[in-house]
């Protein structure tokens, strides 16, 4: 009976372990951030999170968060911190790193599920518990973790196949931020897949199939025959794969579970605070531009076509590479959902035309779940960890060189920052 309690808790070790290193991890940052504030010119919180608590202050006293002029977030995040006005400016942080801790305590869950063993889901989800970029965010006070734990959420309850559970939480999670709707087309084939639904890449496969030959080479005359058939057929597949997706009893309970939310507090929103909250919170984010902290491939470009006729021509054309990406991961990949995932969020954070250090953590709380199905040599995947890290620095040197010398950016200041992004 002992032994068999001691393999029990051997068993729970790594798991127990590994939660205990991500509460102390973030205590100690917690702590330490009190005292740099305190003591030093350059303040460990991030400057959003005095934003955040304006806010709160603003809906406390029943006026708009978006008094404070540079809010541009949903106004459930300033209700969510009241308590930063009632009992401690500290409260906002010590939720956004318990959020943390409860992101890797989701992702233990969801690897375990996923047939691996305690011990291997322990390591995986260490990547996220003990990862210090993700710690040092929360922190800061940055509500990043919040939408990440939307999404784990939604993940979590659509891979214990309930679309209702997964549905609300997707409706938070576009509600909070707006990159999650690029997980819904391959949301809505995962759920149809459910119901007998035939595979994507298998009807595109047959339909490219029936215009070879016997020796599997194309044959053109074999095109010309049966090129027009061929079409038709995929066309075919196309409009019954649309119909199972539409049928799906699964796809109908998810897209109106998050319908609803997201509608819902919309409309909540609209009604307390007009416009305002609807331009701030969503219409801002999609005609954002940002040159100053940047890690976008198109930032330079558009630094230097700021103001000029052709900007606007770059913000649209910078979504086409980006929109025909995701469509081809949702088509290839749905089936296996937290790959789909990560891989849709890798592609709109690096394609986006605003991307800053905090916009990583949005596919770095799905890599521990992907790493499983990697084929991947350790030191092929150490050397890229590296150049990623590598390339961190410099967009934060070129602007701290730029504020040292009291000069406005000019294209030799944005150079080696481009480069590193």
Not at 39 to 65: I, N, Q
Not at 123 to 151: D, H, I, K, T, Y
Request: proline share 5%; with cysteine; net charge positive.
């Amino acid at each position: 009976m002992g032994r068999a309690t001691a393999t029990r808790r051997a068993r729970y070790l790594p798991q127990v372990a590994a939660c205990a290193g991500a509460v102390s991890l973030r205590l100690a940052l917690l702590l330490y951030g009190l005292y740099q504030d305190k003591v030093s010119r350059v303040r460990f919180t991030d400057v959003d999170y005095d934003v955040f608590t304006d806010a709160a202050k603003l809906v406390v006293t029943g006026r708009s968060p978006y008094e404070q002029t540079t809010y541009r977030y949903t106004p459930l995040l300033a209700w969510l911190l009241t308590p930063n006005v009632f009992v401690s400016p500290f409260f906002g942080k010590v939720l956004f790193a318990v959020i943390d801790v409860l992101v890797g305590y989701l992702q233990l869950q969801v690897l375990r599920r996923a047939g691996n063993s305690k011990r291997t889901s322990a390591l995986l989800s260490s990547l996220w518990l003990l990862n210090p970029l993700a710690a040092v965010v929360a922190c800061r006070g940055n509500a990043e973790p919040l939408v990440v734990l939307f999404v784990m959420c939604s993940l979590s309850a659509l891979q214990r196949s309930r679309p209702l559970a997964g549905g609300l939480w997707f409706g938070l999670a576009v509600h909070a931020k707006m990159y999650p709707i690029t997980y819904a087309l391959p949301v809505a084939l995962y759920l149809s897949q459910r119901h007998k639904m035939q595979d994507g890449v298998d009807s595109l496969q047959d339909g490219v199939d029936s215009l070879r030959g016997d020796t599997g080479e194309m044959d053109s005359g074999r095109v010309c025959r049966k090129g027009r058939r061929g079409f038709i057929r995929l066309l075919q597949r196309g409009f019954a794969k649309v119909l199972q997706i539409v049928r799906s009893l699964h796809v109908w309970t998810f897209f109106l579970a998050a319908a609803s939310v997201f509608i819902g507090l919309a409309c909540l929103f609209y009604q307390m605070y007009g416009w305002e909250f609807l331009d701030q919170a969503y219409l801002y984010h999609i005609t954002r531009r940002d040159t100053r902290h940047n890690f976008s491939p198109y930032f330079y470009l558009l630094y230097l076509g700021a103001g000029s006729h052709w900007e606007r021509t770059v913000g649209l054309a910078a979504l086409v590479p980006q929109a025909i990406l995701l469509l081809i991961a949702s088509f290839a990949f749905y089936n296996d959902l937290p790959f789909c995932f990560f891989l849709h969020t890798y592609i709109f954070v690096s394609f986006n035309k605003v991307c800053t250090s905090q916009y990583f953590l949005w596919y770095m709380c799905l890599l521990p779940l992907v790493l499983p199905s990697l084929r991947l040599p350790w030191k092929k995947g150490l050397l890229l960890l590296m150049l990623w890290f590598s390339g961190q620095p410099f967009p934060g040197v070129c602007r701290l060189r730029g504020s040292c010398q009291h000069t406005s950016w000019n294209s030799k200041d944005m150079t080696p920052s481009w480069r590193s992004a």
